[in-house]
C-alpha cells in the first residue's frame, strides 16, 4: 500500500510540475506575441554600439598580440 502511494506522490508532483512549465512557457509567449508589432513599427536605426578592446598589460615584451573585441549583450532583448 506505500508503494501505490509513493506512485501516486510522484504521479501528482510530475504534473503540477508540467502544469507550471506550461503555463510559464504560455505566458511568456504570449508577451512576446504582444509586444513584437509594436518594435517592428518604430525601428529607428540605432548609433553603432562603442566597442571595447581588452589591450595586454605593458611587459618587456617587443611586440605585443593583436586586442580581443568584447560585445554586450542588448539591455533590451
Given at each position: 500500500m506505500a508503494i501505490l502511494g509513493l506512485?501516486?506522490?510522484?504521479?501528482?508532483?510530475?504534473?503540477?510540475?508540467?502544469?507550471?512549465?506550461?503555463?510559464?512557457?504560455?505566458?511568456?509567449g504570449f508577451r512576446s506575441i504582444k509586444h513584437k508589432p509594436a518594435q517592428a513599427e518604430e525601428q529607428k536605426p540605432s548609433p553603432p554600439k562603442p566597442v571595447y578592446?581588452?589591450?595586454?598589460?605593458?611587459?618587456?615584451?617587443?611586440?605585443?598580440?593583436?586586442?580581443?573585441?568584447?560585445?554586450?549583450k542588448d539591455k533590451d532583448a
Open positions: 506512485v501516486y506522490l510522484a504521479v501528482i508532483f510530475i504534473a503540477c510540475f508540467a502544469v507550471v512549465h506550461v503555463i510559464k512557457l504560455a505566458v511568456a578592446y581588452i589591450v595586454e598589460k605593458k611587459r618587456a615584451k617587443k611586440t605585443y598580440g593583436k586586442p580581443r573585441e568584447i560585445s554586450f
